[in-house]
């Protein structure tokens, strides 16, 4: 046990630091950054001004260790668009994205685990088979239309929710269901599997064997077995979630962490794209570090191993 | 009586392939399915509704958008761009992810360890963002989305091809054709690859209808395909500030984009079962 | 006082394969009944389908199939499962696979008693505690507080025997419970099952491959035969004087009765066991069969030779040379 978690940390500081090296490499894609931020009308000697302004003039592995350097310590400098510190800027919004992540997550969770389990349930028979036509269905869906056709709908024409910013809990409904959207196909299809599996296993005969209740044989011997994957699952969905956040903010106007991104991406703002690409990835790999911790915890064998 | 229950059992891989084969025809011949310009603007026809509704031209059959240009015009063209962006992308990515998957797969050990950390690593950087960052540094261009969604999803592909290729090396087969002193190149070419396509085919009918999404997306977002190409993602980003007056503007480009893809996933589902069974069921 | 368990014309179908043809058999209390034949014969779906346990593609039809004199053919679910872990337990071919991985041996032990009895979790604990002790599992204590994945097959076997205890079952079904497991371990399970039939009083169903355990531990045995009861008779009268050629193949595998070779398995006679699918007319054991005759392939008599004791043969007792 002890020697998988240092091996998964190792793993994740190294994940981390490549992806450190390619934020860096990012924003020098486009070969000189100086005329990206000066912008297009700007003059020769406006670009030497930024160039000495940012410290583009010096060698590029002096730019990387000074700019890694800074990273790991959390700062990333100052934006170039927002006149802030990078790590103010996103941490002021982090909790937008966090509460439209998990909404999100919430929704999809409740929405695809008692699906999945209804399927796998009734494998074969006719609801098994719409419930997988809906999630098909449900993975076709471009996110950004549903959130405007939601918002046509729901928003204009019945008025039941606002339609765009963040004031209270009413505002993360439409874009949170559209976030889920994203997430119930993957989760539902891991929760039928888990299920089938689960319940075709020698010891679900023994639980019936027992005489237990079907309740207990579904909801206690069955989940706890199929519930490793879909945490998992779960995890890696999140991660996606609050990295397609930067659609949906966008679509409804949340200003959370993803729609700086988009704003500081059309606005040529590379410090603080660069921040939030590193911060993405690390939550990501927080999260599916975190998902490998719970499933040692939910498997017994794991955590002697 | 078979027959029809084989449909019955199989129509969503036949709808799948009509929907699929259907949009590549309109895609390929769209100067002969729309006869009016895509590009010509008529700023005194604008925002005309389809043919259908009160007030639509029989002209314009889906009517017009907000620069006065032709929709079904546009939609047709939109076609092209979108199963471009699907094929050529999964055709980059496809090459991509095979060949480390191959790889990792069949040569294991430090190898398979260094692929495995790739696609880790891969996978932990958020894929919508930096397809973003890049289009916006390198400038809008089709070859520029194509390549970018190409770069990035490829994990799919690396993870099936290097369980597949795992799985096929201890095959008696591929254990005879070592011993019978073949090269690595020709054992991996004549009996692993063809062996592992049938996952693969699945694998790229998920990637080709993210690949379609991920452009619309952007594209809806202003940094995929660059105006006025009539990209499905570009109309809807066009259409959004008519939409709560006139809702088709952003429904017509959103119903063939959410058709096109539940089309191509039916296919890719088809096809999993078909695998799976084995036969045409 | 009628048996504990009535089977009558026990049909047991997976589509068109009919794995059980009309097998009847009878288990009285306190005595220990065996079940043997070739693997596939339909012992394992026999015993699943009294439990009510057959897998969802299987279908069980019977005349009769009655548990303490009352009819449990027509009981659904809710009622079968009143039933089981209570006053009918079962344990399986699969030591390894049978138990949940992700609970403790206490837990999944606890739950029946909770479940049947609406005891307190403790009182649970402790009466399983006392009954790892009777299957002679050392510091209990401990035991209880382990997953199944830390203990061995045959210490998971134990602990399936003493769940099966666990509420003082009139009739416990065990289904070759020895088979996955290695010779000396074979031993001890067999002698605590029939240490604890002597003691408990049980009825045991005991289906086994392995004639050294019938001859020592059975009352009555009932031999099956792609899908039929082709032989039933008290043990020592069937050792004695089988009387159904397939009976007699499988003796005559084993050396000496009394002096049984205990590894021995069944079925070392030469040929297939045929696919019985349905309209199956005749005796399935014909083509094998070292006396067929040609009404063999008709309809076949069930034959009384004694009280007690039957057989399906056209050949008659009397006709029956001696061994
Ligand atoms: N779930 C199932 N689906 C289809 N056929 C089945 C199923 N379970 C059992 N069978 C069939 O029923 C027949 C009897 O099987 P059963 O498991 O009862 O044999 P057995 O006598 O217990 O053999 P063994 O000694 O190997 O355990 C076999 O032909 C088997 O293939
Ligand atoms: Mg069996």
């Known amino acids: 046990m002890l020697q998988f978690l240092a091996r998964r940390l190792l793993v994740a500081v190294l994940v981390c630091l490549t992806v450190l090296t390619f934020a860096f490499a990012l924003t020098r894609l486009a070969g000189d950054l100086a005329i990206s931020i000066a912008g297009p ?96 269905l449900g993975q076709a869906m471009p996110s950004f239309w549903l959130g405007l056709v939601l918002m046509i709908t729901f928003g204009l024409h019945l008025g039941w929710l606002p339609i765009s910013g963040t004031g209270t809990w009413q505002h993360f409904v439409m874009p949170g269901t559209v976030l889920a959207f994203s997430a119930i196909p993957a989760l539902m299809r891991l929760t039928r599997a888990g299920m089938i599996d689960a ?68 606005k040529n703002d590379f410090p603080t794209v660069q921040a939030v690409v590193l911060l993405l990835a690390i939550i990501y790999t927080l999260l599916t570090l975190g998902a490998d911790l719970l499933n040692a915890v939910l498997d017994p064998r794991l955590r002697a191993a | 009586m078979s027959r029809w229950r084989s449909w019955g059992r199989n129509w969503g891989l036949w709808l799948g392939a009509f929907i699929v084969g259907f949009t590549l025809f309109v895609a390929i011949f769209a100067p002969m399915v729309a006869t009016q310009d895509p590009f010509a603007q008529d700023l005194s026809r604008r925002l005309v509704p389809p043919s259908w509704m009160e007030g639509g031209r029989p002209q314009h059959f889906l009517g017009t958008d907000g620069l006065g240009r032709d929709y079904f015009a546009r939609l047709v063209y939109g076609a092209r761009i979108s199963m471009l962006i699907g094929i ?89 054709a070592w011993s019978a002193g073949c090269s690595q190149p020709y054992i991996v070419m004549r009996e692993i690859l063809p062996n592992i396509l049938s996952p693969l085919a699945v694998v790229a009918t998920l990637e080709m209808a993210l690949a379609i999404l991920l452009e619309a997306a952007l594209s809806f977002l202003g940094l995929g395909v660059p105006p006025p190409l009539p990209s499905w993602g570009l109309m809807i980003a066009e259409a959004k500030d008519y939409m709560f007056f006139n809702p088709w503007v952003i429904m017509v480009p959103g119903m063939s984009l959410f058709v096109l893809v539940f089309g191509i996933n039916l296919l890719g589902d088809g096809l999993r079962d078909l695998l799976r069974t084995g036969r045409v069921a | 006082m009628s048996a504990l368990l009535e089977v009558e014309d026990l049909e047991i179908s997976f589509g068109a394969l009919d794995a059980v043809r009309g097998a009847s058999l009878e288990v009285r209390r306190g005595e220990t009944h065996c079940l043997v034949g070739e693997s596939g014969c339909g012992k394992s779906v026999t015993a699943l389908a009294v439990m009510g346990l ?68 403790r009182a649970a604990l402790d009466r399983a505690a006392e009954l790892l002790a009777r299957v002679r599992i050392t510091s209990p204590g401990m035991r209880l507080g382990q997953y199944p994945h830390q203990l061995s097959g045959g210490l998971r076997q134990r602990v399936m025997i003493a769940m099966a205890l666990m509420c003082d079952p009139e009739l416990l079904i065990a289904d070759e419970p020895t088979t996955a497991l290695d010779v000396t371990v074979q031993a001890q399970i067999l002698r605590l099952l029939a240490d604890l039939q002597k003691d408990l009083g049980l009825a045991i169903l005991l289906i086994t ?90 309809p076949i008599e069930r034959r009384h030779p004694d009280p007690d004791r039957d057989y399906l043969c056209q050949i008659a007792p009397n006709e029956m040379a001696a061994p």
């Open chain 2, 88 to 176: 050529a992308t999964v055709v980059t990515s496809g090459i991509i992810g095979i060949a480390l998957g191959v790889v990792g797969g069949f040569f294991g050990g430090r190898i398979d360890d260094v692929i495995l950390f790739t696609i880790t690593a891969r996978l932990s950087i958020p894929l919508i963002l930096v397809a973003l960052a890049v289009v916006s540094l390198v400038g809008s261009s089709l070859t520029v989305v194509v390549a970018t969604l190409g770069l990035l999803l490829w994990d799919r592909f690396a993870v099936v091809a290097r369980v597949a290729t795992m799985q096929v090396r201890t095959l008696d087969y591929v254990a005879a």
């Open chain 3, 209 to 298: 491959h392995d004639l050294g355990v019938v001859a020592r531990t059975a009352h009555r045995v009932s031999v099956m035969y792609a899908g039929e009861v082709v032989e039933s008779s008290p043990v020592d009268r069937l050792f004695h004087r089988p009387m159904h050629p397939y009976t007699r193949g499988l003796l005559s595998c084993v050396p000496v009765p009394g002096k049984i070779r205990r590894d021995q398995p069944l079925g070392s006679i030469p040929g297939m066991v045929p696919h019985v699918t349905r309209g199956f007319e005749g005796c399935a054991f014909r083509q094998r069969c070292p006396l067929t005759r040609p009404d063999c392939a008709g």
């Open chain 3, 54 to 121: 057959l897998p969802s593609n299987g279908a069980r039809r019977a005349k009769r199939l009655a548990f303490d004199g009352k009819d449990i053919l027509g009981l659904d679910e809710k009622g079968m499962s009143r039933l089981r872990g209570d006053r009918m337990a079962m344990i399986f071919q699969e030591p390894m696979t049978s138990l949940n991985p992700a609970y403790t041996v206490g837990s999944q032990m606890a739950e029946v008693l909770i479940r049947h009895r609406g005891a307190s979790k």
């Open chain 1, 199 to 266: 319940m075709s296993a020698d010891y679900i005969r023994t639980a019936r064997a027992k005489g237990l209740s079907r309740t207990s044989i579904v909801l206690k011997h069955a989940a706890r077995n199929a519930a490793m994957p879909v945490v998992s699952i779960a995890a890696v969905q999140l991660g996606f979630m609050l990295g397609g956040s930067i659609v949906i903010e966008t679509v409804f106007a949340l200003h959370g962490v993803g729609f700086l991104a988009w704003e500081s991406i059309s």
């Open chain 1, 41 to 136: 009308n700007s003059t020769a000697e406006d670009i030497e001004v930024v160039r000495k302004a940012y410290g583009l003039d010096r060698p590029l592995v002096t730019q990387f260790f000074d700019w890694v350097s800074r990273a790991v310590v959390g700062d990333f400098g100052r934006s170039y668009f927002f006149r802030e510190k990078v790590s103010t800027l996103i941490f002021d919004r982090l909790p937008i994205t966090l509460t439209l992540g998990l909404v999100g997550l919430g929704i999809a969770l409740s929405v695809a685990l008692p699906l999945g389990v209804i399927s796998a349930l009734r494998e074969g028979r006719p609801v098994d088979r719409i419930i997988s036509l809906v999630a098909l």
